[in-house]
């Protein structure tokens, strides 16, 4: 070093005391011994080395198996959604089927008042009647009387039955499941008891 690269060294170490600390660790050196150095470098690259395969060899780090799980899982609940959803629409659909009896139940006869007709015709009525009336077990022979508004079937009135059942049903059928034209409604039907 020059004179003044020397002194300006001087000058900075009275500042700073760990510069000051490495001069005086130089001077009780006595010089640096290459080859110590050369071996101290070798080391250190065989230090970086082992170091480069051991990372090699946990390959399946924590962090690389966390990520793992989390796309296993991830894969799992997909195909449990795939496999419910293709499942549940592949179940059996449910039909009710109403067995039909070779001979009708139900005779329904027009009265004198009446200019109500079912749209669907009054073969369709009484097939249609049939299936509602397959649950009463009595003979019946009811008169039901009715107005037509928009189609529908209001104040409808059935007389000449006991069975409140009968009543009811006859009444939901005739006002809810089918529609009507004309003004005024008035029937005869008459109910067979099952043999």
Same mark, same amino acid.
């Given at each position: ?67 793992? /799980? +989390?796309? %296993? #899982? ?5 195909? &449990? ?6 499942? *549940? ?62 189609? /529908? +079937?209001? %104040? #409808? ?5 006991? &069975? ?6 006859? *009444? ?24």
């Amino acid at each position: 070093m020059s004179k003044e690269e020397m002194y300006a060294i001087e000058r900075e170490a009275l500042q700073d005391p760990f510069l000051q600390d490495a001069i005086d660790g130089y001077k009780m050196q006595q010089g640096v011994d290459a080859k110590q150095l050369s071996i101290l470098q070798q080391r250190l690259a065989r230090r970086v080395e082992t170091q480069k395969t051991d990372n090699n060899r946990r390959f399946f780090g924590w962090q690389r198996l966390t990520v793992a /799980l +989390a796309a %296993a #899982v991830l894969f799992v609940v997909a195909c &449990s959604l795939v496999f419910f959803k293709f499942f *549940s629409s592949q179940q059996e659909k449910k039909t009710e089927v109403i067995l039909m009896e070779q001979q009708l139940r139900v005779d329904s006869r027009t009265l004198a008042k009446n200019d109500a007709i079912p749209e669907m015709g009054w073969t369709q009525f009484n097939e249609e009647l049939n299936s509602e009336v397959r649950d009463i077990l009595s003979t019946e022979n009811v008169i039901v009387q009715f107005d037509v508004e928009n189609g /529908l +079937a209001t %104040a #409808v009135d059935v007389t000449g039955t006991s &069975s409140p059942a009968a009543t009811e049903l006859i *009444s939901d059928f005739i006002q809810h499941k089918i529609k009507w034209t004309g003004t005024h409604g008035e029937i005869s039907i008459a109910i067979d008891s099952k043999e």
